[in-house]
T-cell receptor, first 110, second 114 residues
Framework: GESVGLHLPTLSVQEGDNSIINCAYS??????FIWYKQESGKGPQFIID?????DKRQGQRVTVLLNKTVKHLSLQIAATQPGDSAVYFC?????????FGAGTTVTVRA | NAGVMQNPRHLVRRRGQEARLRCSPM?????VYWYRQLPEEGLKFMVY????????ESGMPKERFSAEFPKEGPSILRIQQVVRGDSAAYFC????????????FGPGTRLTVT
């Protein structure tokens, strides 16, 4: 079955607000996680990654949090912009295989 | 500095025909991965290839599907005798190093079987 999944399939957010996208995983042995953004008609685009020995990592306008106790990942996007509208996937890497969840569709309201 | 290229971007086949999907990795990359994405789902790993070698095809259906990555030219994912259930987006990714987490994805080929 799926080893990575997302809590909510859709998220609507007001432009300028912060977005939080959640993801649960089941493989406690995974040690590397990645968030991808997929715009319509395009391939997944790397956003940010985190290793299991960390609990937080920050990028430009994005923060990933990892809670290994409850096997939960989240992606926070600060000051959401219209260009952030896309489907967001969390994925875990084991050896060379990426396992993706089903995705959360983020829609930004003007 | 071209990224991963895939062609065709859209492919329509009738049931029973063959589909050939091509992937040219990024320059300097010798590792290729194929993933399939069904509507409303995440990507699923199919196969991992290096030049002239199939490393792992555990995610690929045993029948009708095959993949290759020749010494020269693009990687090819071949689906024989397509059925409606093969309709999906097929993505190729490439990496420079073996087992690298830095997999760069192409734009995908959207296969529609009528």
């Amino acid at each position: 079955g799926e080893s990575v999944g997302l809590h909510l399939p859709t998220l609507s957010v007001q432009e300028g607000d912060n977005s939080i996208i959640n993801c649960a995983y089941s493989n406690s042995a995974s040690d590397y996680f990645i968030w991808y953004k997929q715009e319509s008609g395009k391939g997944p685009q790397f956003i940010i990654d985190i290793r299991s020995n960390m609990d937080k990592r920050q990028g430009q306008r994005v923060t990933v949090l990892l809670n290994k106790t409850v096997k939960h990942l989240s992606l926070q996007i600060a000051a959401t912009q219209p260009g952030d509208s896309a489907v967001y996937f969390c994925a875990e890497l084991n050896d060379y295989k990426l396992s993706f969840g089903a995705g959360t569709t983020v829609t930004v309201r003007a | 500095n071209a990224g991963v290229m895939q062609n065709p971007r859209h492919l329509v086949r009738r049931r029973g025909q063959e589909a050939r999907l091509r992937c040219s990795p990024m320059k300097g990359h010798s590792h290729v991965y194929w993933y399939r994405q069904l509507p409303e789902e995440g990507l699923k790993f199919m196969v991992y290839l290096q030049k002239e070698n199939i490393i792992d095809e555990s995610g690929m259906p045993k029948e009708r599907f095959s993949a290759e990555f020749p010494k020269e030219g693009p990687s090819i994912l071949r689906i024989q005798q397509v059925v409606r259930g093969d309709s999906a987006a097929y993505f190729c990714a490439s990496s420079q190093d073996e087992g690298s987490y830095e997999q760069y994805f192409g734009p995908g080929t959207r296969l529609t079987v009528t």
